[in-house]
């Protein structure tokens, strides 16, 4: 059997960003840490799985839909109880209902890659990268190398016998299950600690760089951003270089960029913050928390809108640019996702059994009431959606990454109507693109005409939902907005042709959209 031990609350510090959460919850590229620790631990062929969570937390129905999904079933501690008496809880709960065999642990907010396989009672052991407490384990690899959290024991009653001897003591008890079956220590290579907030975010930053994205790289505090076309990476450089000053508060420092060589870059600050989709999907923050980002939100907003001057021609290419971004691109874009799909847009579409229109009829309905709510001159973001938003909740701050920075029809620019913007942040809030991106939807289909979308979310959600909409709505009312946002999810189709099921609950989503009272 494997147990990831979780039956404890991330420490207070990290709970003031993310809420009262166990570690392996913790939020970590759009999923959270659990996903990726089963992952990982696929690799050992054990067909039983465990995590330990405390007793008090309240396991919502779409964590609970994950761990179903994970085949991941879960064991109740106190979150009093030490680590020792946890996992002696742990083990013989999974003893009683039928597991038996070699024991894996691995702690919760650890997140390991390699693990040995065919080999019975291990230590796993890693260099540190800071100074905190670890149990330090002289080995032949180095004599700085600690107990990294993962320990595999093949005896399950000499395992259950000494944590009950060693009573409130988990190194004590794997000390003397070693006197009495002996353990190979295995180097982790691979070792990735999430459980304080400096090494939370050390550790994403490693991830971010070796295994997330090719074109991230960051080291020293620095964010190297590459990529192609070209052009694409030259314009965000130029929209951070060109921004009023008054803008610039919210948004990283530019240390520098070069076009020149074959692969354009440039260089952001690091910031140790956690972007706003994963603490949307996966965090528990409290809803005075997100007030105080929407709020942070509204005044970038405001001063995007009052940070510059322009001409009669400048506010008419505004305009241009906004009606190519509507209607030009919906269009080509559902042209595309028609060819590739072999999808008639003209079939009549039934959602949660309602005839509905066409999807070119619904584009075409989108297209003309978002042209009508006029034009909002501004510094525009151009993508500000949660995913590039960070918040950093000790200073109250907010920071935009990855901007636009390019008109429809491609060339530099940091005006736009604020809207699309607005547009953009509800696509998020109320469009809930980000749980469709962590998969955390239900899809249902009759044929690829007939289909409904389902969303497990909570009254927490729903009251974030109801904080944006208000705060917003001097600016426009999400009624107003809302065929633009049906008009990012269908325009968005082809850009994820590699999944198609995220395809099926974007279009789903967009009618659903176009219900919301």
């Given at each position: 059997m494997i147990i990831i031990n979780s039956g404890t609350y991330i420490v207070p510090e990290f709970q003031s960003e993310l809420g009262r959460i166990p570690p392996c919850l913790l939020p970590l590229g759009n999923r959270k840490l659990i996903e990726h620790q089963v992952e990982a631990l696929s690799c050992l062929n054990d067909s039983t799985l465990f995590v330990t969570l405390p007793d008090d937390y309240d396991l919502?129905?779409?964590?609970?839909?994950?761990?179903?999904?994970?085949?991941?079933?879960?064991?109740?501690?106190?979150?009093?109880?030490?680590?020792?008496?946890?996992?002696?809880?742990?083990?013989?709960?999974?003893?009683?209902?039928?597991?038996?065999?070699?024991?894996?642990?691995?702690?919760?907010?650890?997140?390991?890659?390699?693990?040995?396989?065919?080999?019975?009672?291990?230590?796993?052991?890693?260099?540190?990268?800071?100074?905190?407490?670890?149990?330090?384990?002289?080995?032949?690899?180095?004599?700085?190398?600690?107990?990294?959290?993962?320990?595999?024991?093949?005896?399950?009653?000499?395992?259950?016998?000494?944590?009950?001897?060693?009573?409130?003591?988990?190194?004590?008890?794997?000390?003397?299950?070693?006197?009495?079956?002996?353990?190979?220590?295995?180097?982790?290579?691979s070792w990735f600690d999430l459980g304080h907030i400096n090494t939370y975010f050390k550790s994403r930053a490693r991830i971010t760089t070796e295994r997330a994205f090719n074109d991230l790289r960051i080291a020293q505090n620095i964010v190297w951003k590459t990529g192609l076309p070209k052009k694409k990476i030259e314009a965000e450089a130029?929209?951070?270089?060109?921004?009023?000053?008054?803008?610039?508060?919210f948004v990283p420092q530019l240390i520098d960029a070069d076009f020149n060589a074959d692969t354009p870059s440039y260089q952001l600050e690091y910031l140790p913050l956690v972007p706003l989709n994963e603490l949307f999907v996966h965090g528990r923050k409290e809803a005075l928390g997100w007030h105080a980002i929407?709020?942070?939100?509204?005044?970038?907003?405001?001063?995007?809108t009052s940070s510059f001057s322009l001409n009669q021609s400048e506010n008419q290419q505004i305009k241009q640019d906004y009606t190519c971004l509507v209607a030009d691109k919906t269009r080509n874009r559902l042209m595309l996702f028609s060819q590739e799909n072999n999808f008639d847009l003209s079939k009549p579409i039934s959602f949660r059994g309602i005839t509905m229109p066409c999807v070119q009829e619904l584009a075409e309905e989108c297209i003309n009431a978002s042209l009508r709510i006029g034009c909002r001159p501004a510094v525009l973001h151009g993508d500000l959606c949660f995913s590039n938003i960070l918040f950093n909740s000790r200073q109250d701050q907010l920071k935009l990454i990855d901007p636009r920075g390019l008109t429809a029809d491609g060339h530099f620019s940091i005006y736009g109507n604020q809207f699309y913007d607005i547009a953009k942040l509800m696509h998020s809030v109320v469009g809930l693109y980000d749980f469709i991106l962590a998969g955390r939807y239900t899809y249902c289909e009759k044929t690829p005409y007939n289909f409904d979308l389902t969303f497990s979310i909570n009254a927490e959600i729903k009251n974030i939902q109801s904080i944006f909409k208000n705060l917003l709505n001097p600016l426009i009312s999400f009624q107003d907005v809302k065929a633009l946002v049906v008009l990012l999810f269908l325009s968005m189709l082809p850009l994820h042709s590699d999944r198609p099921d995220r395809q099926k609950a974007m279009l789903a989503n967009a009618y659903k959209i176009h219900l919301t009272e």
């Open positions: 919502y129905a779409d964590d609970q839909l994950l761990f179903d999904k994970l085949a991941v079933r879960v064991l109740r501690v106190s979150s009093e109880m030490s680590l020792a008496e946890a996992v002696l809880v742990a083990v013989s709960s999974a003893a009683l209902v039928g597991s038996s065999g070699e024991v894996h642990l691995l702690h919760g907010d650890t997140l390991l890659y390699d693990f040995p396989q065919g080999k019975s009672d291990i230590l796993g052991v890693g260099i540190p990268q800071d100074s905190y407490s670890w149990q330090k384990e002289v080995s032949d690899y180095s004599e700085q190398s600690v107990w990294c959290g993962y320990f595999s024991f093949q005896s399950m009653p000499t395992l259950i016998q000494c944590l009950a001897v060693a009573k409130n003591s988990f190194v004590d008890a794997v000390n003397i299950y070693r006197q009495k079956k002996g353990m190979e220590t295995h180097f982790f290579t130029h929209w951070y270089q060109t921004i009023p000053t008054k803008i610039k508060r929407a709020e942070q939100l509204i005044d970038f907003l405001q001063e995007a």
